[in-house]
C-alpha cells in the first residue's frame, strides 16, 4: 500500500514479531480462506491486520515463486499495488508504520523489491494513465497536485505543464469552487478534480519526465 504522506510516497509496512526474519518489516499480507479470491483476501488482511479499508485502488502486481523467497518452506505469493487518498489516515497499530520507498528499513523475505516494484508500477502508470485520482483528494489545487506528482515521480514537476496535459487528456475539470489563501496571502486558487475514479489509460505513449 503507497500514500503520499507529508509530502514523501511511503509504504505501510508492519514489524514482525515471529521468526522468520523476527524484528524486520514486512508488507501485510496472509493465506487465502477456502473460498476466497486474491482480491477478497487482501482487503480483508488489510481490515483486519492493519485496519485499513480506505483504499482507491487495488490491482495485481507480480506473482513470485522462487523455492528460497522464504526460509524452510515453498511459497507462491501474489502481491498487489493499493493505493490510498493522501487525505486518508487509517489507525494503524502499534507495530504498523509509513515507510519511505526510498529509504526502507530492513524487510522480511523479498518485500523490499515488492516495494520499488510497485513504486516503479506507479511511477510509470502516473504518466500514461489518470491513477493519479488515487493518491488525490476529492478537490485539489493545481499545485497540491504537482506535489503529488512530484512525491510519487521521485523528480520535481511543472504545475503549469501538469495542467496543460492532464486537462488536454480530459483528465482534470475545474469544480468551479476556489480556495481561499492561508496567513501567507496570494490570490485564491481554482479547485478541480478527476473526471473519473475508475483506472483508465489516457495517453499510452506518455512519460512524465522532470523539467529541464
Known sequence: MLQVRDGVLRVLLWKRAR??????????????????????????????????????????L????????????????TSYLGLVPTDADPGLPDDTAWHP??????????????VLAGRDR????????NAGFALAPETFTISQLRDLYG?????????????RVLLRRNVLEPTGSRR????????????FRFRSRELAITDEFAVLRPPR
Not at 62 to 77: F, M
Not at 101 to 114: E, K, N, Q, S
Not at 122 to 129: D, E, I, M, Q
Open 151 to 163: 512525491a510519487a515521480l521521485g523528480h520535481d514537476v511543472s504545475a503549469t505543464n501538469l495542467q
Open 180 to 191: 481561499e489563501p492561508g496567513r501567507s496571502g496570494g490570490r485564491p486558487a481554482s479547485l
Open 19 to 60: 521468526e522468520p526474519f523476527a524484528g524486520r518489516w514486512a508488507l501485510p499480507g496472509g493465506y487465502l480462506e477456502p473460498g476466497e479470491t486474491l482480491e477478497d483476501s487482501i482487503r480483508r488482511h488489510l481490515a483486519v491486520k492493519v485496519d485499513v479499508r480506505e483504499l482507491s485502488h487495488l490491482e495485481q
Open 122 to 129: 506507479l511511477r510509470a502508470k502516473l504518466s500514461y494513465t
Open 101 to 114: 520507498v526510498d529509504r526502507l528499513p530492513p524487510t522480511a523475505f523479498d518485500h523490499g523489491a515488492i
Open 62 to 77: 507480480d506473482t513470485r515463486s522462487e523455492p528460497d523467497r522464504v526460509p524452510d518452506e515453498w511459497q507462491l505469493a
